[in-house]
Nanobody, 124 residues
Framework: QVQLVESGGGLVQAGGSLRLSCAAS????????MGWFRQAPGKERDVVAS????????YYTDSVKGRFTISRDNAKNTVYLQMNSLKPEDTAVYYC?????????????????WGQGTQVTVSS
């Protein structure tokens, strides 16, 4: 497994932007597909975005398409989630996850390693 540490969460007004980062340990980061998930109070953890090992393939849940961008820098062992035009309904704990295959997935059960989560709060 790989260790993951998220950063970049915080409080922002609606319409604002945040960039989340997820730093991974280990020398095999470039072989892992990565994902960002979020969990709001009283709700299940859902996928936000996912990216293949090369970055060539990405997935976004419908509610964030056109607003969020997932990217990765394999040289820095880091995956990012750029979040623009934030809405109050984006408020959640955001988790980074790693899948020990190169191919992206949208199922949380497919990801073996998880970060501790970072809180994102969007005020109206």
């Amino acid at each position: 497994q790989v260790q993951l540490v998220e950063s970049g969460g915080g409080l922002v007004q609606a319409g604002g932007s945040l960039r989340l980062s997820c730093a991974a340990s280990g020398r095999t980061f470039s072989t892992y597909a990565m994902g960002w998930f979020r969990q709001a109070p009283g709700k299940e953890r859902d996928v936000v975005a996912s990216i293949s090992w090369s970055g060539d393939n990405t997935y976004y849940t419908d509610s964030v398409k056109g607003r969020f961008t997932i990217s990765r820098d394999n040289a820095k062992n880091t995956v990012y989630l750029q979040m623009n035009s934030l809405k109050p309904e984006d408020t959640a704990v955001y988790y980074c996850a790693a899948r020990d295959t190169p191919y992206l997935s949208i199922r949380s059960a497919d990801f073996a390693s998880w970060g501790q989560g970072t809180q994102v709060t969007v005020s109206s």
